[in-house]
């Protein structure tokens, strides 16, 4: 169901899109109709709200504000119908998360199932994306609320708690690093390393560092995906870098060992949710949690 009136409808899909042809197709109406409501708007509010371009249309300042406001208005609406469905507020809700993998290994199915415990009308959407990815779906509101690492200012979405993390070496049990407090990043690289791609916040750090170093560096696995990681480990093959969510645990088989390089300091772990929105009770109670929870490791 849609509560938004079809002129920000149809200006939200073309925003999205870029092109009055591919929201037309998304929305199964002719690209007249559509083209109708944007001039309409427009002539409304007194300001162009696309720059028109030979390949597609791209938001001008007030029309970013514009769709700000759209995706704002349309997630209260969606919260509002789910609302409106039930007869008792206390029936059951959802939350919609999403995360990066690092987030959703342990730490936030933790905090949901803490949460749980004292909200059991409550149910949870958990989607495990990348960090840009989780930033998107916040800022659009297809989530409610983020948690991913960041590097640098965030513009489109509010921070609710931002916290550095440090970042630790996964070694094998055993291994000769086993039991070091902290490691160097100059006797890291000394070892075989696997390594997530150049994609992550953590590897572009890591590189960065690398070259502030003068150390070239040739891993022997690169891999975006913790668990094969943990394996590879495991079985000896190398070392790993993960981040440090105070989720780490002796039984995953493996030593821990602190990486001591302020390079990695450049990098956040967030709370993100969407600016300006005032979200279900549900969403904003899960989201003091996880908040609380994150500032335990600053």
């Known amino acids: 169901m849609q509560l938004l009136p079809v002129g920000l409808t149809y200006f939200a899909e073309v925003a999205r899109s870029g092109s009055v042809t591919e929201a037309a197709r998304a929305l199964t109406v002719a690209p007249s109709a559509i083209s109708r409501q944007i001039a309409k708007l427009e002539a409304e509010l007194g300001v162009p709200l696309f720059a028109r371009h030979p390949r597609g249309m791209t938001l001008t300042d007030a029309g970013a504000r514009l769709l700000a406001h759209a995706r704002r208005t349309e997630a209260e609406s969606a919260a509002l119908i789910g609302e409106l469905r039930h007869a008792d507020a206390s029936e059951a809700r959802r939350v919609a998360v999403a995360c990066s993998e690092g987030f959703g290994r342990r730490m936030v199915p933790r905090v949901m199932s803490e949460f749980r415990r004292a909200h059991p009308e409550v149910s949870f959407q958990l989607d495990i994306v990348t ?168």
Do not use: K, N
Not at 229 to 245: K, Q, S, W
Not at 262 to 270: G, L, M, T
């Open 131 to 298: 960090r840009q990815e989780a930033t998107r779906r916040v800022a659009e509101g297809i989530a409610d609320v983020a948690v991913t690492y960041t590097m640098g200012p965030q513009h489109d979405v509010r921070v609710e708690c931002a916290v550095v993390t440090e970042v630790v070496a996964v070694v094998p049990c055993g291994h000769e690093l086993a039991g070091r407090e902290r490691l160097g990043l100059a006797e890291l690289c000394a070892y075989p390393l696997a390594l997530a791609s150049s994609r992550t916040s953590q590897r572009e750090l890591f590189d960065l560092g690398a070259r502030m170093e003068g150390i070239e560096v040739a891993p022997v696995l690169v891999c975006d995906g913790l668990a094969p990681l943990y394996e590879f480990v495991r079985d000896g093959g190398g070392i790993a870098l993960v981040g440090d969510l105070g989720d780490l645990d002796d039984s995953d088989g493996v030593a821990y060992v602190r990486l001591d390089h302020p390079v990695f300091r450049q990098r956040e772990a967030q709370v993100q949710t969407m600016p300006g929105r005032r979200l279900p009770w549900s969403a904003r109670q899960f989201t003091g949690l996880l908040v609380a929870r994150l500032r335990e490791l600053g």
